[in-house]
């Protein structure tokens, strides 16, 4: 029988992809009308779950447009960092950004652009594409790309940069670092002659999280801050930086689960004021999926569940207003920028790899 959520969420993304292969990260909400490669990546990773290789290898060939249009750019900064320049405030404009146009161009506004994880995002999303849908030579077809790639993040990984959700640019990030790994790693099989150098990158990068990313046993939001953020359950699913059972990946999935869940709802971390601090369906999803690997597939399927009553007319929204961590910046938010975004395409994607998950599709 197929899953009402899953067959809309399929349409839906397909509807908001660009014929570009960008796919939109939320067409109602103004500052969202963009692709981002973080968002994008985790929607072409859904989209092969869900059988659709054909809208993920457009979103891969969009990609390699975006680097090689930015090559100059992204040549002179792996240059600058490489001479021990490393651009003064990471506000600056000189290194890659994280959101573009559908056709590839920067985003210009004030914007924290500097993130590093969307770049090992789609390297990692890549290879689970060619995993998926066997059509291996888009590596051959991409290989500049890759390896513009690859030296952007072999120049840049250690410098502070903004994180997932767009903040504390001063700061490095664990779930950053492993998007960094999960990119270097997957390449490893894919060029031969850079195995070695791609090998010893990504265990650098691993040793560097076990060394300085974690605090009491717990992986920590970012160095120097010790709260606890729902996406550091990315560093096991699906970045493989650590196992699922872990005892640190444990602890930190009981620290979520204590300090972020309310009902089935998942907070991005305690101090969100960003619309109040909602709870994200995307993160819920994720909570779900690592549920589902650990042996609890009820309370999984329960959160499937409570995401299909979410559903709004529009779609899947970013974030719901169940349990707010700080009721008055909700309204200060939507006087100054509207309602919530909604449809958000990350929410359906993330529904669609939670239903994959649990047979549901
Ligand atoms: C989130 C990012 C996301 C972007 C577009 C931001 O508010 O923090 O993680 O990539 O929205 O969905």
């Not at 975006?66 to 651009?87: L, P, T, W, Y």
């Not at 990030?173 to 002659?193: C, D």
């Not at 090998?199 to 970012?222: C, D, H, P, W, Y």
């Not at 601090?277 to 999926?289: N, R």
Request: net charge negative.
């Amino acid at each position: 029988m197929t899953n009402t959520l899953c067959t809309q969420s399929i349409q839906l993304i397909l509807r908001h992809q660009a014929t570009s292969g960008a796919y939109i990260a939320s067409p109602a909400f103004t500052h969202y009308k963009y692709a981002w490669l973080r968002d994008g990546a985790f929607t072409a990773y859904a989209m092969n779950r869900a059988g659709q290789h054909e809208s993920a290898s457009r979103f891969y060939k969009w990609c390699d447009r975006v680097m090689n249009r930015h090559e100059q750019k992204a040549r002179a900064a792996i240059n600058a960092v490489k001479a021990g320049d490393r651009g003064g405030e990471t506000g600056s404009d000189r290194f890659l950004h994280t959101r573009y146009t559908v056709d590839g161009e920067e985003v210009i506004g004030d914007w924290g652009s500097f993130q590093l994880d969307g770049y090992g995002t789609w390297l990692w999303g890549l290879a689970r594409h060619v995993h998926y849908s066997g059509e291996s030579d888009l590596i051959r077809q991409l290989t500049p790309s890759i390896e513009l790639t690859l030296d952007y993040l072999t120049a840049c990984w250690q410098l502070p940069n903004f994180d997932c959700w767009e903040e504390a640019g001063d700061r490095v990030h664990p779930v950053t670092l492993a998007a960094i790994f999960a990119g270097v790693k997957e390449m490893e099989a894919f060029l031969p002659e850079r195995a070695t150098e791609l090998a010893q990158l990504a265990e650098s990068i691993r040793q560097f999280v076990f060394a300085n990313g974690t605090e009491n046993g717990q992986f920590v939001k970012s160095i120097g801050n010790t709260a606890v953020d729902a996406s550091l359950l990315w560093l096991t699913l699906p970045f493989g930086l650590v196992e699922v059972n872990d005892p640190r990946m444990i602890q930190t999935v009981q620290a979520i689960e204590r300090e972020l869940l309310a009902g089935h709802g998942v907070h991005r971390y305690a101090s969100d004021t960003y619309y109040g601090g909602g709870q994200w369906l995307l993160l819920s999803a994720w909570l779900g999926w690592y549920y589902a690997r650990t042996g609890r597939g009820q309370e999984a399927y329960d959160i499937a569940e409570w995401i299909v009553s979410q559903r709004k007319d529009a779609g899947l929204p970013e974030q719901v207003q169940e349990h707010l961590l700080s009721p008055p910046d909700y309204s200060s938010w939507v006087e100054r920028s509207g309602e919530p975004a909604v449809p958000l395409l990350w929410s359906h994607a993330m529904y669609l790899v939670l239903a994959a998950e649990l047979g549901l599709a």
